[in-house]
């Protein structure tokens, strides 16, 4: 019984562990009004973030580029409406941020 019992609260604390990576990103790109502009699978005023990683996949210089472009800002990449600057983003968060949406 007891080792049913751990084994029970181990599967569990795997599934929550490995839950919170995705929604804590997620929440960063809502905290940093990303989600205003991109959405994970639809094109809104900026490309949608499944776009994004289509299009740096494989690029080993990806992930450094594109925080870069949020902390900055950027435009003409995705078309003439620019992407203004966050430079209140976090180097942590834009890791975080970064990570997930070229895991796309």
């Not at 929550?16 to 960063?28: G, T, V």
């Not at 435009?75 to 942590?92: I, L």
């Amino acid at each position: 019984m007891r080792g049913r019992i751990l084994f029970v609260t181990l599967l569990a604390t795997a599934g929550i562990c490995a839950m919170p990576a995705a929604q804590a990103s997620e929440a960063l790109l809502k905290k940093y009004n990303c989600t205003a502009c991109h959405a994970i699978d639809k094109k809104l005023v900026g490309p949608s973030y499944k776009d994004v990683a289509k299009k740096y996949k494989g690029q080993k210089d990806a992930a450094d580029m594109l925080a870069q472009k949020i902390k900055k800002g950027g435009k003409g990449v995705w078309g003439p409406v620019p992407m203004p600057p966050n430079p209140a983003v976090s180097d942590a968060d834009l890791k975080k941020m970064v990570s997930f949406i070229l895991a796309l």
